[in-house]
């Protein structure tokens, strides 16, 4: 499970062997657990690094455990806090309970009872957001283009969006071009808290390296021949939202330590001025660069790729995801033909599922909007297809032939359930129209219906001795 997974525990204690068990226990359990010896360290660390669950002394040297539960509450609500007590404080702490706290317990405590409890409240944990990713995951598909899938790489991404969507946390999300990096970054700002704040997208490999630092941070009337008006940057458009930097890897050194220093300080000082402007933003940034390889090499600064790098969503290329090729054939068709249904040949998809598609969801959303437009209208064959496609053969370190032929008949079957429900929704429910719709009689059409359970809407009674009818009728 990658690290961004992982349920984060976060132990708040002046006493280090406090901590110190606290984190044991925790990673044994297989947490990624992080310590604080105060309120306000672990109110830094909010933000930065956002707990799934906290265990707090009531307490603390400045501030009571209590306090930090409301201040946690306020900025993740669906993190889970229990409070650590002596003896005598069991009142205070049946009193954080009601505002909010998972449990207490009373030190000293046996491990195998502390163990239990963070069990317990990662169950909790566990729960929530997966009850928010499913719908969270309907709700993406339904609204955001293209973020389509049930792979289990799409599934991380999804979950990630699902967590990442109320924190000010910095992320960098990387994948090859295509993949849908700039789809996850709105993602990730319109659906949260933030989605009516400012959302900026700027493309670093597209600026000019002459004009970077002007259009990034503004510029002062007269800065340069040409600056007639004072200007703001990309930055302060952005303020109180989020800022999305795609291809951040294409930026020059130079640039790279002024943006630095920008998150560093967060504000920004306009060409041609002595002035200093706040500016509060969520940074996003993507990449098809491996940023580690390149401050290696030095070519990308250390220091930023570690200030960008606070939480890592990774967008699988298409070829590793094979099995969502008919989810996303189905999602474009429906978007170039929205009124007229189009069945896919079984050699069509063949084909579709064993290209290695190097231009990922990008290269395929084109692939289906050619063979629309050069097709009959009717049917996409392979003759449909673009060259590169119709002569791909399957490569055999990424499949073999009975892996194809399986993953072809489970895609052709979901291709088809797909085309079903969606022409019945063009249909309106009316089985007959479906019927001729599809070129099927409605006898067939029946029997798929039960193949799929699908439920068509109507009288179910009479829908089950209307199929009983046609099938016998065969």
């Given at each position: 499970m990658s690290d961004d997974l992982r349920i984060k525990l976060l132990v708040v204690d002046d006493e280090q062997s406090i901590r110190r068990l606290c984190m044991t226990i925790g990673s044994s359990l297989a947490y990624n657990c992080n310590e604080a010896e105060s309120a306000e360290t672990a109110i830094q660390r909010l933000e930065t690094d956002p707990p799934d669950l906290v265990l707090t002394d009531l307490k603390l040297p400045n501030q009571s455990g209590v306090e930090l539960l409301k201040q946690i509450k306020a900025v993740l609500p669906r993190t889970e806090v229990a409070i650590m007590t002596g003896h005598g404080s069991i009142e205070s702490a049946v009193d954080a309970m009601k505002l909010g706290a998972y449990d207490y317990i009373e030190k000293p405590f046996r491990v195998e009872k502390m163990r239990l409890l963070l069990q317990r409240m990662a169950e909790k944990v566990r729960l929530v957001n997966e009850n928010a990713f499913l719908r969270e995951r309907v709700s993406t598909e339904e609204n955001l283009d293209g973020i389509i899938g049930t792979s289990s790489g799409?599934?991380?991404v999804l979950r990630m969006?699902?967590?990442?969507?109320d924190t000010r946390t910095p992320v960098l999300i990387s994948g090859e071009s295509g993949t849908g990096k700039e789809l996850v970054a709105r993602a990730i700002h319109f659906r949260g808290m933030m989605a009516q704040t400012p959302f900026v997208a700027v493309d670093c490999g597209a600026l000019v390296p002459t004009l970077m630092e002007s259009e990034m941070f503004g510029y002062e009337k007269g800065a340069f021949t040409g600056a007639m008006k004072s200007k703001k940057g990309l930055f302060q458009a952005a303020n109180g939202g989020s800022i999305f930097l795609d291809e951040i890897g294409?930026?020059?050194?130079?640039?790279?330590?002024?943006?630095?220093?920008v998150l560093q300080e967060k504000e920004v000082r306009p060409v041609g001025s002595n002035d200093r402007h706040a500016v509060d933003v969520r940074v996003i940034a993507a990449t098809n660069r491996d940023l580690e390889s390149a401050y290696r090499t030095g070519t990308f600064r250390k220091d930023l790729y570690f200030r960008l790098n606070v939480v890592t969503v990774h967008i699988p290329p298409l070829r590793e995801r094979r099995a969502d090729i008919p989810m996303l054939v189905h999602y474009f068709l429906n978007r170039y033909t929205p009124t007229k249904p189009l069945q896919v040949t079984a050699a069509a998809m063949k084909s579709l599922l064993q290209y290695d598609w190097p231009g990922n969801v990008r290269e395929l959303e084109n692939c289906i909007a050619r063979a629309v437009t050069l097709g009959d209208q009717e049917t996409i064959d392979v003759q449909d297809l673009p060259p590169a496609i119709r002569s791909e053969q399957p490569a055999s370190s990424e499949m073999t032939p009975l892996d194809a032929a399986s993953l072809s008949t489970t895609a052709l079957?979901?291709?088809?359930r797909m085309t079903i429900l969606r022409v019945f929704e063009q249909a309106h429910g009316d089985k007959a129209l479906a019927?001729?719709?599809l070129g099927i009689s409605r006898a067939t059409l029946y029997r798929k219906l039960k193949r799929y359970k699908i439920a068509p809407r109507g009288n179910p009674e009479q829908d089950e001795k209307e199929a009983a009818a046609h099938v016998a009728a065969r």
């Open positions: 799409m599934q991380d969006i699902s967590r990442l969507k294409e930026l020059p050194l130079e640039m790279q330590a002024k943006l630095l220093r079957a979901e291709m088809e019927g001729k719709m």
